[in-house]
């Protein structure tokens, strides 16, 4: 290819099937969302009767989920979460949070494995199922090697036996499937570890306590404990012969599958940095047209330098966090390597924006700002979460400080 023709193919502009989606999603969020958003809020429930409708319309449902993933063109999900978190951040994750299941077995798990478990974490309309990823422990937060649940073969029957206690599962307890990882070998950390399904009504697993959170309150986040619960062979993701070679590997002290989990992980965080570009997008839209309308000194206030600069930066951040979203979901499509952890990026600047830009629109609005009549300051209170989960700022910076510096940066 010429380098003009190179330049050509060059463009940021997303497919048609893309736009197409992008404002069918939209019309949910608007007409459906954001109406609601505040109510659910307030309840601090998972938003049944909304997911029931996404079902009903096809957009919570394992189908949309897969395509947009799959979309050729690596923004059909990140278009997607933005515009479902401009609709609402809470309500969002209660639709998002089976997909990040499901993409724990679908980016490791075999064909059988994705098959049989991936529609029972979706469900359809009429009975509508989530799943629940759990990682997280007590002890074992952003140190992901301290997880000390275990989970032992019995060869005798064919089961593993998993016991521990997770927390911080979004849909923990009220999952229809649970995603757990567990350590098979604690001698070898983190490459001791492997993913389970647990399947639906497994004797054992029971809900911990429910979090009450500061931001994104229509989503259930909970403690899921593990006593002793056994779930088949089958339901260890990749399969045992896969787990026993990376483990022979890892004990070997090569370097092993351990490698492939971290970039799979490091491809999914253009998503989560979208879902903040949404709250933050809101955010500024809505100081936006707020300070066009609200007079005083007898002039709109964004006819002040002091809110128009401020609003200038705030589109200006909104536009670069989604250019280094995009950026980050392209090349993951393409399988170019994140040299940079590119992925890592866009998740640290897409969460920072989302909190300093609700910060701002809560400024702009002054006394309104502050006050529930006004949905600014719940979107500040739900963009908190995008420096926190799914790796804080401070463990990206860490992988970022790695990838550009080659030093084992701690
Ligand atoms: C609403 C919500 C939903 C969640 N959903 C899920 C889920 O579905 N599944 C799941 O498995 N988990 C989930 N999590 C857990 C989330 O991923 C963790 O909270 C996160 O990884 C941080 O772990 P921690 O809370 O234990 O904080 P800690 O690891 O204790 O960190 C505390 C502070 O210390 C800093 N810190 C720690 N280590 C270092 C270091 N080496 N260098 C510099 N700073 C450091 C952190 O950045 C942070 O600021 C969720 C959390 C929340 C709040």
Not at 265 to 283: D, I, L, N
Not at 314 to 323: E, G, N, P, Y
Not at 380 to 389: E, G, P, Q, S, V
């Amino acid at each position: 290819m010429s380098p003009d023709q190179q330049q050509q193919s060059f463009s940021l502009e997303p497919p048609p099937a893309v736009r197409e989606m992008r404002d069918w999603v939209h019309g949910f969020a608007a007409d459906v969302m954001r109406p609601a958003a505040a109510e659910w809020d307030e309840r601090e429930q998972t938003p049944w009767p909304i997911i029931e409708e996404a079902a009903k319309i096809g957009l919570y449902s394992l189908d949309f989920f897969s395509t947009q993933w799959l979309d050729p063109s690596g923004l059909g999900m990140v278009v997607a979460f933005e515009e479902l978190f401009w609709g609402d951040a809470g309500i969002g994750l209660s639709l998002a949070g089976s997909g990040l299941a499901a993409v724990a077995v679908a980016s490791n798990g075999t064909p059988e494995q994705i098959g049989e478990w991936l529609p029972q974490m979706f469900g359809g309309p009429g009975d509508v199922k989530l799943g629940a990823f759990c990682s997280s422990e007590p002890d074992a937060g952003s140190d992901v090697g301290a997880i000390r649940t275990k989970a032992v073969y019995d060869a005798a029957s064919d089961e593993w036996v998993l016991t521990g206690t997770k927390t911080w599962a979004t849909n923990g307890g009220i999952a229809n499937v649970h995603v757990v990882v567990a350590s098979v070998d604690p001698a070898l950390g983190s490459r001791g570890q492997a993913t389970f399904i647990v399947p639906p009504g497994s004797r054992g697993l029971s809900q911990g306590q429910k979090f009450r959170k500061h931001g994104i309150r229509a989503s259930h986040t909970a403690e899921v404990v593990l006593d002793d619960v056994r779930v088949p062979g089958r339901c260890l993701v990749g399969g045992k012969e896969r787990l026993d070679s990376r483990l022979a590997r890892a004990a070997e002290g090569q370097r092993s599958g351990e490698q492939a989990a971290m970039k799979t992980f490091e491809a999914s965080r253009p998503s989560v940095a979208a879902m903040a570009v949404g709250v933050a997008r809101a955010a500024v839209e809505y100081a936006t047209d707020y300070a066009t309308k609200r007079v005083q000194f007898g002039k709109p206030i964004g006819q002040n330098q002091g809110v128009a600069f401020q609003l200038a930066d705030m589109q200006a951040a909104v536009d670069a966090a989604r250019l280094l979203t995009w950026r980050a979901a392209w090349m993951a499509r393409n399988r170019i390597p994140f040299s940079h952890a590119e992925g890592s990026m866009s998740k640290l600047v897409a969460g920072e924006t989302a909190v300093r830009v609700t910060e701002q629109a809560i400024q702009v609005l002054g006394g309104n700002g502050y006050t529930r009549d006004f949905p600014v300051e719940r979107w500040h209170r739900d963009a908190k979460i995008f420096t926190i989960f799914e790796g804080t700022s401070e463990i990206q910076r860490m992988i970022i400080g790695r990838a550009v510096t080659g030093l084992d940066v701690r």
